[in-house]
């Protein structure tokens, strides 16, 4: 006959806490070079605590913040998305030189009102980059700004295929942070040619990816 063996509790595992992930969604104006960019970053950023999603719609301001906007609203009931909302909704938008975007306004009363946050760029996300290698403080079109970054011919970009190899844009993002706040505070607004707030959204992922956020 066996001898009986009282089997105790089983062993529990002490783990360690897991900080919750911040969950940002980015739509992209730009269909290459913004979503290039924030793909890199997203890669860079690839531990925990931060999650990005890209959206998948492009064009006219107006559109890219009501396509935000149904995003957000349907993220809790979309397997895609997690079952789960997003702590912040941003859109990146370019105002555009010689002829503002049509309708900027109105998109951005539109996003104020659902809570969607804007980085904004005058005259196109091209100065953000351009700002990682050299200071630019004079006025500058759409095309001037992409020929520009085009010349540097530090980070593989190129005007006819909107080529853009992140890594090279590391070592530059401390001088682009301070350039960009630097043009903030000469100019009264993104209405200012040049401007660019998209060190606001890079600095807060940064910090989310190192739980400060």
């Known amino acids: 006959m066996g001898v009986g063996v009282k089997r105790g509790k089983p062993l529990q595992r002490t783990r360690g806490a897991r900080p919750e992930q911040r969950r940002f969604l980015i739509y ?13 970053l997203r890669a860079e950023l690839r531990a925990l605590p931060v999650a990005v999603c890209l959206g998948g719609e492009h ?8 396509a935000a906007i149904e995003h957000k609203n349907r993220a809790p009931r979309s397997a895609s998305d997690r079952w789960t909302a997003y702590d912040e909704v941003w859109c990146v938008i370019d105002v555009e030189a010689p002829v503002p975007h049509e309708g900027l306004e109105d998109a951005l009363k539109l996003a104020a009102r659902h809570g969607i946050e804007v980085a904004l760029t005058n ?19 759409s ?13 593989g970009y190129s005007v006819s ?8 844009l ?16 000469r100019k009264k607004g993104y209405a200012d040619n040049p401007w660019t707030d998209v060190d606001r959204l890079v600095g ?3 910090a989310a990816r190192h739980g400060r956020a």
Do not use: I, M, N
């Open 28 to 40: 992209c104006e730009g269909e290459c070079t913004e979503h290039q960019y924030f793909k890199g």
């Open 204 to 206: 807060l992922l940064k």
């Open 170 to 185: 590391r070592d530059g993002h401390t001088q682009a942070e301070e350039l960009a706040r630097a043009l903030r505070g």
């Open 161 to 168: 295929r909107k080529h853009l190899v992140y890594e090279s």
């Open 59 to 66: 064009g006219e301001p107006k559109s890219l913040v009501k």
């Open 123 to 141: 005259p196109c996300f091209e100065l953000w980059l351009l700002l990682h290698f050299q200071d630019v403080r004079a006025y500058c079109t």
């Open 143 to 155: 095309a001037e700004a992409q020929k520009a970054l085009e010349k540097l011919g530090s980070c």
